[in-house]
């Protein structure tokens, strides 16, 4: 096993085929990726979540740092006599971002190419011309000729993923698919990393779970919450920032460049308001840049975990991503390096519990 490190484990992340509810890929590769460490205990559970625990000294508390492993993809609903593969979003995909798009179907077979199409413009009624195309109104074309062709390959249930290159441009940006929140995973094993080389003693002990299923309903995270029973809990996520020509300064939700963005709130989480304040006085004690998540919006696999057990403390730290849930998320590897650092000054500042 080569241990892959910034960048690179983040591309190697983020090439994974790993739609919501098919994330035993992903899984794979992380648990290859800290094979090895010692200081750390390795689980799963039924729903699909890898569990990290890295033990404390004193274990005054139990911390919960946590990403989801699942991308945004497809689920085949049904196969056509033309052998052409009608299909279902997992997790919300914005309908204009598929038309044209290559996707790669994970069948028993094993994994094919394809690509999604609608009916041609010219095809079109001037209606339908002004109008997004919807999903079910789509297709992916594999190549069979007919329904028993297409049959040998996929079956109804099968998953797909965008299929996308993972490549820098401009001044320090990532682009991708699955950045949300292949992300946040590979700022999990780099600090994991960080603790164990670095033999760093925690009063508490830290839980690092790597869950399944945020992008339909957030149940990976509920069952390693309840399981857990954490005092505290660090979400990473990605999140949409709208820092793009057009858009007024009081609708962006960050900017990218500026660091990890700390939510206040969005529609399913008020977060913690010491955590707010412990995480901007560590970020400027150490020189991370940081900035708030100036919007009220989406949602993360906090949802669940803070209403878990009595309670729980929780904290939300967002990578800004531009074009998310697409095949061209965008993000900034200084924004990457700047949340891992804030993530390992945070628990070895030793105030969570």
């Known amino acids: 096993m080569k241990r892959l490190e910034g960048v690179e484990l983040l591309k190697y992340l983020c090439q994974i085929q790993g739609p919501t509810g098919s994330e035993e890929r992903v899984a794979a590769a992380i648990r290859e990726q800290l094979s090895d460490l010692d200081r750390i205990e390795i689980t799963g ?22 990403a989801h492993m699942d991308e945004v993809g497809m689920m085949i609903n049904d196969i056509t006599d033309d052998g052409y593969i009608k299909f ?8 204009r971002v598929l038309c044209g798009r290559g996707v790669t179907l994970m069948g028993e077979a094993g994994d094919i190419p394809g690509v999604i199409a609608s009916k041609a413009i010219h095809h079109q009624t001037a209606d339908e011309r002004r109008t997004a195309t919807t999903a079910d109104k789509m297709y992916i074309n594999i190549g069979a000729e007919n329904k028993e062709e297409a049959q040998k390959h996929v079956a109804i249930g099968d998953s797909a993923t965008f299929r996308a290159e993972f490549y820098e441009f401009g001044n320090g940006l990532l682009c991708g698919k699955a950045i949300d929140d292949r992300l946040g995973c590979a700022v999990m094993i ?14 508490y002990d830290v839980y690092f779970c790597f869950t399944t299923r945020e992008e339909i309903g957030l ?3 509920q069952t390693a919450a309840q399981s857990i029973g954490p005092n505290v809990a660090i979400v990473l996520e990605s999140t949409a920032v709208a820092d793009i020509a057009g858009v007024k300064d009081n609708s962006r939700v960050a900017k990218l460049g500026e660091g990890g963005a700390v939510s206040l709130a969005d529609r399913s989480t008020i977060y913690d308001k010491a955590l707010i304040d412990y995480a901007f006085d560590t970020a400027k004690k150490n020189d991370i840049k940081a900035q708030i998540k100036k919007y009220i919006s989406g949602g993360n696999d906090a949802g669940h975990i803070h209403k878990s057990g009595r309670g729980v403390r929780s904290l939300a730290i967002s990578a800004p991503t531009r074009y998310l849930h697409s095949a061209s998320c965008v993000a900034s590897a200084a924004d990457f390096e700047s949340i891992k650092q804030l993530v390992y000054a945070m628990l070895c500042g030793g105030k969570l519990a």
């Open 45 to 66: 559970d039924k729903g699909g979540n890898l569990i990290v625990a890295y033990t404390g000294e004193h274990h005054a508390a139990r911390v919960m740092v946590s």
């Open 88 to 95: 279902a979003c997992l997790g919300g995909i914005d309908p």
């Open 190 to 203: 780099e600090v994991l990393r960080r603790l164990v080389d670095g033999g760093v003693k925690l009063p």
């Open 219 to 221: 149940s990976g995270a």
